[in-house]
């Protein structure tokens, strides 16, 4: 009984720690008010367009997507802010995926979490501009994923929800008929949101549920059955996807799991619960050849590098799990295309590593600037 009450208050304090920044404050003057993206030519990179990193400020006030050029070596540079035209809530969300760009990277889409609708903008070497702003099909919109014209979003209030869009040409989101559908329960700590890799499943992270909850994606996006499974670790946050299907979760008690994925989107365990060593591992993100992987440790103030073996089995590149120090209060990390270089968002300021040939991290500096409770990163 008294091991069960010490992991419950384990998983307590993690998650407190992976929704930091409560405060809220107006968008700092660091950052400049024109938007100027400007593409780099970068070699690895086969994208068109800007090359930028983005996040949300999240204020209550009003919601904005903060622009951070890319140079050809890594590091950026603030470019501007532009209004979603919604709200945030001026703290932490506890979810990964509140920014996404399209597969094509024509589009950004953003959640705004205090208005409970979600915002589209255009992304032009020029920079951006926003399209459309839709209802999210729900209370508080945290995550969304986005494969080919169908997005889907994550709603955390109330009981909790995912609803499925099309994207229209123009950027406008028109809901599918009967796509909204439940969580495993209401208090579930719905976290993050995506598709398979094969866009017929949709996954779902449940923090206090213990659980991974998997959709069905029939025709036209729209979901069908749910089918639940538990969690090799407690507090299942973060996730993405390797080479071979395999998914990678991390979990903010203090380790990383990964699973094959079967038929019908069914899991089976192939590394359980690999202790980080790291204070609050809650976010995760796969290089795009499915060779590492890396958590973001609120609470550790580290990142942790995992390498993946072929048939998906992970172990840590460094035996203190602290392959790179950043200081504690990450809320979130992103790869760029290609996977050359890797970012990570703590409180104010966003840190750039180059991912080297043996997975470990070269630091590139910090930005600074953002207002307290920003949230979200998506990278090109």
């Not at 060779?291 to 942790?304: K, P």
Request: proline share 3%; charged share 15%; with cysteine.
């Amino acid at each position: 009984m008294m091991k069960h009450l010490a992991i419950i208050a384990l998983a307590a304090a993690a998650l407190a720690a992976c929704e930091q920044d409560r405060g809220v404050t107006n968008p700092a003057s660091g950052i400049e008010s024109a938007l100027e993206a400007r593409r780099d030519h970068d070699q690895g990179d086969d994208l068109e367009g800007p090359r930028a990193v983005y996040t949300l400020t999240n204020q209550v006030a009003g919601n904005a997507v903060a622009v951070f050029n890319r140079a050809a070596d890594g590091t950026l540079s603030a470019a501007g802010t532009i209004a979603t035209g919604g709200t945030g809530v001026g703290a932490g969300l506890g979810s990964q995926g509140a920014v996404a760009l399209s597969d094509d990277g024509r589009w950004l889409f953003a959640v705004n979490a205090g208005s409970n609708d979600v915002s589209v903008l255009r992304v032009r070497r020029s920079g951006l501009s926003l399209a459309s702003r839709t209802a999210s099909g729900g209370t508080m919109p945290i995550s969304l994923t986005v494969r080919g014209n169908v997005l889907y979003v994550l709603n955390a209030g109330g009981a909790g929800n995912i609803t499925g869009f099309t994207v229209g040409e123009g950027g406008g989101l028109h809901a599918i008929r009967g796509s909204t559908r439940s969580l495993s329960g209401s208090g579930v700590g719905p976290a993050q949101v995506s598709f398979s890799p094969d866009g017929r499943s949709l996954f779902v992270t449940e923090k206090t549920a213990n659980l991974i909850e998997v959709y069905s994606v029939g025709r036209g996006g729209v979901t069908t059955e749910r089918a639940s499974a538990p969690s090799a670790g407690a507090t299942p946050f973060g996730f993405a996807f390797g080479r071979d299907d395999e998914l990678l979760v991390s979990e903010a008690s203090g380790s990383a799991s990964s699973y094959e994925l079967g038929r019908h989107g069914g899991l089976t365990v192939v590394s359980g619960a690999v202790l980080t060593h790291q204070g609050a591992p809650c976010w995760l993100v796969v290089t795009s050849d499915g060779r590492f992987a890396y958590t973001g440790n609120a609470q550790g103030g580290s990142i942790s590098g995992f390498a993946v073996a072929r048939n998906g089995s992970i172990s840590l590149l460094d035996a203190d799990g602290a392959t790179a120090r950043v200081g504690p209060g990450a809320t979130d990390l992103a790869l760029s295309g290609g996977s050359r270089y890797l970012y990570e968002l703590v409180r104010s300021n966003i840190f750039a590593f180059r991912i080297q040939a043996d997975g470990h991290l070269a630091p590139l500096g910090p930005v600074g600037g953002l207002p307290a409770g920003t949230v979200g990163l998506a990278a090109r």
